[in-house]
C-alpha cells in the first residue's frame, strides 16, 4: 500500500493504519508522534461556511487584543488569546492534540496557550524576531522550473536556518519555563518539537528543488516523501472503548482507535528477556523497563523497530 512515511519518535515503529486526522498515533505503543500538515489543510477546506465564520471571528478577536495590548492590560489580553483558543479549538476540534484528552487537561492546555501567547506578545526580543523571520520569508525569491515555481536556493536557506535555530531556542525557553511545567505532560518537548518542524518541512517541499530538498530532509532529519509499505503481519481486532475494528499489527501494545481517539491494550504482560518471568507492560511501553523480579532492563518494541 502507498502511505505516507511516519516514524515513531519513542519506539520507531512506522504508522501502519490508516490515520483520519492530521496527528499520527503509532500503532504499538500508542504514542503521539507526528502531524500530516496536507490532511490538516483538508478539515481547513471541507467547511468553507465554517471557515468563514472563523476568519470573521478571528478578525474580531485581532482587534480586541491590539486594543488590550495598546493599553498594556496583560489581564485582558490573556483573557482574550483564552476566548480566541477555545473558539479555535471548538472550530476545528480536529486539530486538538490527542494527548488532551478530557476536559481538565484541555483547561489546563488552554491555560497556557493564553499565558504563552501573552508572554510572547509582550516580549521586544520576541517580537524582533517575529519581525526579521517575516523579512525573510518576504525576501525568498521564485524560479519558473519546468517543475513548478520553486524558491531560490539561498535566500530559502537563509529563513529556513533563522526559523529553526528560532524555533529551537523558544522551546528551550519554553519547556524550561516552570509555569508551563504541565507542558510536560500535556504535550512533551519533543513531540512538540517535532511537530512544528514537520509541519515547516511539509509547508515548504513542494516549492523546493529535487536537490533542496534532499538538503533540506537531510539538515532537519526528516524523510517525508511517500514510500511503498507492505502491511507488516498482524490481525483485525475491535477497538476496547467503541468496538470499532481495528487492525492490529504483530508485536503491537497499544493501537489507537481513530473512530474514537483511544487506545486499547493489546498486550497486557511480556517476559523478561533475562529470567523468562512474567511482567506488567508499563503504561509507556516505548520505555525501558526493569524486570520486576531480576532487575534486567527490557526493551519491548526495540526488538521490532530501532
Given at each position: 500500500m502507498k502511505i505516507k512515511k511516519f516514524t515513531c519518535i519513542s519506539c520507531g515503529a512506522p504508522k501502519v493504519n490508516e490515520y483520519k486526522s492530521p496527528y499520527i498515533v503509532c500503532d504499538y505503543c500508542g504514542s503521539f508522534t507526528d502531524i500530516d500538515f496536507a490532511l490538516g489543510m483538508e478539515f481547513w477546506n471541507a467547511a468553507p461556511a465554517l471557515t468563514l465564520e472563523y476568519q470573521f471571528n478571528k478578525i474580531a478577536f485581532a482587534g480586541k487584543l491590539q486594543s488590550s495590548f495598546q493599553n498594556k492590560d496583560k489581564t485582558e489580553y490573556s483573557k482574550l488569546q483564552r476566548e480566541y483558543w477555545d473558539c479555535y479549538y471548538r472550530t476545528y476540534p480536529a486539530y486538538l492534540p490527542p494527548s488532551i484528552d478530557?476536559?481538565?487537561?484541555?483547561?489546563?492546555?488552554?491555560?497556557?496557550?493564553?499565558d504563552s501567547s501573552t508572554d510572547d506578545?509582550?516580549?521586544?526580543?520576541?517580537?524582533?524576531?517575529?519581525?526579521i523571520l517575516n523579512g525573510l520569508q518576504k525576501s525568498i525569491s521564485y524560479?519558473?522550473?519546468?517543475?513548478?515555481?520553486?524558491?531560490?536556493?539561498?535566500?530559502?536557506?537563509?529563513?529556513?536556518?533563522?526559523?529553526?535555530?528560532?524555533?529551537?531556542?523558544?522551546?528551550?525557553?519554553?519547556?524550561?519555563?516552570?509555569?508551563?511545567?504541565?507542558?510536560?505532560?500535556?504535550?512533551?518537548?519533543?513531540?512538540?518539537?517535532?511537530?512544528k518542524l514537520s509541519m515547516f518541512i511539509q509547508v515548504w517541499l513542494p516549492y523546493l528543488t529535487e536537490a533542496d530538498a534532499e538538503r533540506f530532509l537531510r539538515s532537519s532529519g526528516f524523510s517525508l516523501q511517500y514510500i511503498d509499505l507492505e502491511k507488516p503481519p498482524g490481525r483485525k481486532g475491535n477497538c476496547g472503548n467503541c468496538n470499532?475494528?481495528?487492525?492490529?499489527?504483530?508485536?503491537?501494545?497499544?493501537?489507537?482507535?481513530?473512530?474514537?481517539?483511544?487506545?486499547?491494550?493489546?498486550?497486557?504482560?511480556?517476559?523478561?528477556?533475562?529470567?523468562?518471568a512474567q511482567n506488567s507492560v508499563p503504561d509507556n511501553p516505548s520505555n525501558p523497563v526493569d524486570c520486576e523480579y531480576c532487575g534486567v532492563e527490557n526493551r519491548l518494541i526495540k526488538a521490532f523497530f530501532g
Amino acid at each position: 500500500m502507498k502511505i505516507k512515511k511516519f516514524t515513531c519518535i519513542s519506539c520507531g515503529a512506522p504508522k501502519v493504519n490508516e490515520y483520519k486526522s492530521p496527528y499520527i498515533v503509532c500503532d504499538y505503543c500508542g504514542s503521539f508522534t507526528d502531524i500530516d500538515f496536507a490532511l490538516g489543510m483538508e478539515f481547513w477546506n471541507a467547511a468553507p461556511a465554517l471557515t468563514l465564520e472563523y476568519q470573521f471571528n478571528k478578525i474580531a478577536f485581532a482587534g480586541k487584543l491590539q486594543s488590550s495590548f495598546q493599553n498594556k492590560d496583560k489581564t485582558e489580553y490573556s483573557k482574550l488569546q483564552r476566548e480566541y483558543w477555545d473558539c479555535y479549538y471548538r472550530t476545528y476540534p480536529a486539530y486538538l492534540p490527542p494527548s488532551i484528552d478530557n476536559a481538565e487537561k484541555y483547561k489546563l492546555y488552554l491555560d497556557v496557550c493564553a499565558d504563552s501567547s501573552t508572554d510572547d506578545a509582550f516580549d521586544a526580543s520576541v517580537t524582533e524576531k517575529g519581525i526579521i523571520l517575516n523579512g525573510l520569508q518576504k525576501s525568498i525569491s521564485y524560479n519558473h522550473t519546468p517543475e513548478g515555481i520553486k524558491a531560490d536556493s539561498d535566500s530559502f536557506f537563509r529563513m529556513a536556518d533563522f526559523y529553526l535555530s528560532f524555533l529551537k531556542e523558544s522551546f528551550k525557553s519554553f519547556y524550561g519555563n516552570p509555569d508551563y511545567e504541565i507542558m510536560n505532560e500535556l504535550l512533551p518537548e519533543q513531540v512538540h518539537l517535532k511537530m512544528k518542524l514537520s509541519m515547516f518541512i511539509q509547508v515548504w517541499l513542494p516549492y523546493l528543488t529535487e536537490a533542496d530538498a534532499e538538503r533540506f530532509l537531510r539538515s532537519s532529519g526528516f524523510s517525508l516523501q511517500y514510500i511503498d509499505l507492505e502491511k507488516p503481519p498482524g490481525r483485525k481486532g475491535n477497538c476496547g472503548n467503541c468496538n470499532e475494528e481495528i487492525y492490529i499489527p504483530e508485536g503491537s501494545y497499544k493501537v489507537y482507535c481513530e473512530s474514537c481517539h483511544r487506545t486499547t491494550k493489546i498486550l497486557r504482560t511480556f517476559l523478561c528477556s533475562s529470567c523468562g518471568a512474567q511482567n506488567s507492560v508499563p503504561d509507556n511501553p516505548s520505555n525501558p523497563v526493569d524486570c520486576e523480579y531480576c532487575g534486567v532492563e527490557n526493551r519491548l518494541i526495540k526488538a521490532f523497530f530501532g
